[in-house]
């Protein structure tokens, strides 16, 4: 598992409309499906776990792509700590 592959997959995303449509699904009602996300990545080439998906979203980071910047404009905000619960609300 890597974290790597994790920064790998989302850089994917970030590049790719039709994997942002898939990874969207995972968003909802202000929870991130953490292993759905993984299981994507590895359909895509990039072996990661939950946690590690969990670690690449919670980094600050400097800039938002603007697919990042519309899940957060959307209710969904990015997750500011570490968490092992693959399926959890934001903010709780």
Avoid: C, W
Avoid at 8 to 36: K, M, W
Avoid at 78 to 84: D, L, R, V
Wanted: glycine share 8%; net charge negative; proline share 4%.
């Amino acid at each position: 598992m890597s974290i790597q592959a994790a920064q790998d997959f989302r850089q994917q995303t970030n590049a790719s409309p039709a994997l942002q449509a898939e990874v969207a699904r995972h968003f909802n009602n202000g929870s991130i499906d953490y292993a759905a996300l993984a299981e994507l990545g590895r359909k895509h080439g990039h072996d990661f776990s939950a946690e590690d998906a969990v670690a690449v979203l919670s980094t600050p980071s400097d800039e938002l792509s603007d697919f990042e910047m519309e899940l957060v404009s959307g209710g969904i905000i990015m997750p500011s700590y570490m968490s092992t619960k693959h399926n959890r609300p934001m903010g709780g």
